[in-house]
């Protein structure tokens, strides 16, 4: 299974700035995904993020608030733009191997204030 | 994408076998049914995949009836450690959409 990596675990945040969150895997991985979790919730996927092509959106979510970069197989980063209160939350990111396996990073917790 | 239904919270005790339905009457033909288990402060764990009939691994069991509108993920004997949230999703992941379910949260006791 790959491991995935990200940073940072966590950060607290002044409202109206923006985080980038990186997530890092030790293998190559065609489709990469990230993901939104609030407390006690369950998890919302924000995009999928495929190497060489634009990221795609789930509804709710738009490029100007979460822009994705993925400028590899092994690498994406989410950035939490124009932060709110509302955006705190813990944000995953996760990798597909094999068709339909996914396999997690441990999350960042990020609080706005 | 089909919508899984799953009990919100299940209680066991430690060595007790524990079975936890999805019910998923919605699913596609190529959809599979995948769990996976999350403990606070971590992303969550692949536990078992399947498409139909039963499969088993060295942690669990995951029994499809034919017509594959539920599931039942089995833990034999379980633990303390087995205390967490287990989600049931499924879905085509390859095409790029895995929706998750609110979970089952399930709480071993001594």
């Known amino acids: 299974s790959a491991v995935i990596s990200q940073k940072p675990s966590r950060d607290i945040c002044q409202r109206g700035t923006s985080l980038t969150i990186q997530c890092q895997v030790d293998?190559?991985?065609?489709?990469m995904f990230w993901y939104r979790q609030q407390p006690g919730q369950s998890l919302t996927l924000i995009a999928t993020?495929?190497?060489?092509?634009?990221?795609?959106?789930e509804s709710g979510f738009v490029i100007d608030k979460f822009p994705i970069s993925r400028p590899n197989l092994t690498f994406s980063t989410l950035t939490v733009s124009n932060m709110s209160p509302e955006d705190s939350s813990i944000y995953l990111c996760?990798?597909?191997?094999?068709?339909?396996?996914?396999?997690f990073g441990p999350g960042t917790r990020l609080t706005v204030t | 994408l089909a919508k899984t239904t799953q009990p919100i919270s299940m209680d066991s005790y430690e060595g007790q076998e524990v079975n936890i339905t999805c019910s998923h009457n919605n699913i596609a033909t190529n959809d599979y049914i995948t769990w996976y288990q999350q403990f606070p402060s971590q992303g969550p764990r692949f536990i078992i995949q399947?498409?139909?009939t039963k499969v088993t691994n060295e942690v669990a069991s995951l029994f499809i009836p034919a017509d594959r509108k539920s599931s039942t993920l089995s833990l034999p004997r379980v633990s303390l450690s087995d205390t967490a949230v287990y989600y049931c999703?499924?879905?085509?992941?390859?095409?790029?959409?895995?929706?998750f379910g609110d979970g089952t949260t399930l709480t071993v006791k001594p």
């Open positions: 293998s190559q991985v065609t489709m």
């Open positions: 996760s990798v597909l191997q094999g068709p339909y396996e996914q396999y």
């Open positions: 999703l499924v879905g085509y992941t390859n095409a790029g959409k895995s929706t």
């Open positions: 993020a495929n190497q060489g092509s634009e990221a795609t959106y």
């Open positions: 399947g498409y139909k």
